[in-house]
DNA sequence: ATTATCTATAGATCTATAGATAATGC
DNA sequence: ATTATCTATAGATCTATAGATAATGC
């Protein structure tokens, strides 16, 4: 049945948004292909004809959220500083709702497995959040902080996050992140 | 065949220590109890006179491989400041030998999507290292610094490490090492 | 006699492909 | 006529179980 050409387009999207946020809730290998087609209202079978592999949506899944949270965190710093936008980032909301929040926090350690193609994507697209942070801490800093500065300053809030998420605790679980709050505002100076 | 109350329990200790491995080294979901049996010397039809399923081994795993790092983390800093257990951690070998590494680097993000009881294993298990932090920056700052302030310096350190190796550039990739010693070094101030 | 191990298999899933069907453009 | 979608299935894997085999203790 041949469509009108944004159909297929917009077919493409709803795999790639399904994908983008199933990846980030449950992990990339816990989704199977079934799943996320099921979740664009599609069945498995349509999956080829619009990507190559499972790996091949991976990296499109990645560039998408990435991109996403990159446009989300240049506004966030552009309307406000940058402590505010670490008290979002280690916020209890963001720690309960993974589907749709950082992909790095949620994905680096089991992208750190996958091929050099599929990190290479994640590099690259992790680098715009990267600069703007490196701007930011430069700025407030007074001295110019480099890339890998604007990396371990990230890496706070990835690990921190990601310690929330594994605490039980629901209390402890929301010290962790307040604590991560202060250190980041302490590693900011 | 019924052999000496040893056999049983040094077959039991292989199992462990195979799975402590390819758990931190490939991911929970990615490794089978084929291969963890077959690495034990055993085939996977055993496996359940040993254990009553792999979520259970998955909890005696991470006890185990946290248990160890505890051990190593407590006679580091026994035998040396912080700093040195910092750059120790933030190093390339650590970055390139997740089998033998930090549990909570390798699997805090999968362990964070299983069962309560399994994020409980975890996080008692964690514990005696953030202890042996808290106390460690406690004494560097001459100020009492929580568990949770141990967690997100221990996040600090976690995150980075993550992104160190997802990161596919190698030079790239260890100046984030550096970048997370420096910021580590400042936060513990 | 007991029991750790093996082979074999059940039943569910996984990624990927084949071929039929049907909705639209020309 | 084209092609996005469907159903069906291949072939590989996954966790878990059943029943036979064999190595040791009593």
Redesign the interface.
């Known amino acids: 049945m041949r469509y009108a050409p944004e159909h297929n387009e917009a077919t493409r999207e709803r795999i790639l948004e399904a994908a983008a946020r199933l990846f980030r ?3 990339i ?2 989704v199977g292909l079934a799943k996320i087609m099921a979740d664009a209202g599609l069945t498995v079978g349509t999956f080829y004809t619009h990507f190559k592999s499972k790996e091949a949506l991976l990296r499109e899944a990645l560039l998408r959220s990435l991109q996403d949270r990159n446009a989300a965190l240049e506004q966030a710093l552009r309307a406000g500083d940058l402590e505010t936008a670490v008290r979002a980032y280690l916020s209890p909301e963001h720690r309960d709702e993974p589907g749709t929040g950082c992909t ?10 996958h091929p ?1 193609a599929t ?2 994507t ?2 690259s697209n992790a680098k715009p959040s990267l600069d703007v942070i490196a701007e930011s801490l430069s700025k407030r800093r007074g001295k110019k902080a ?4 604007a ?13 929330a ?5 629901r209390a ?1 679980s929301t ?2 992140l ?3 709050v ?2 980041a505002i ?2 900011a ?1």
């Open positions: 809730e449950h992990g290998e816990a790095i926090a949620a994905l680096a350690a089991e992208v750190a497995r050099r990190r290479q994640f590099a480099s890339l890998a500065d990396a371990a300053f990230l890496g706070l809030l990835v690990g921190t996050l990601q310690l998420r594994a605490t039980p605790d402890e010290a962790i307040e604590a991560g202060r250190a302490q590693l100076e």
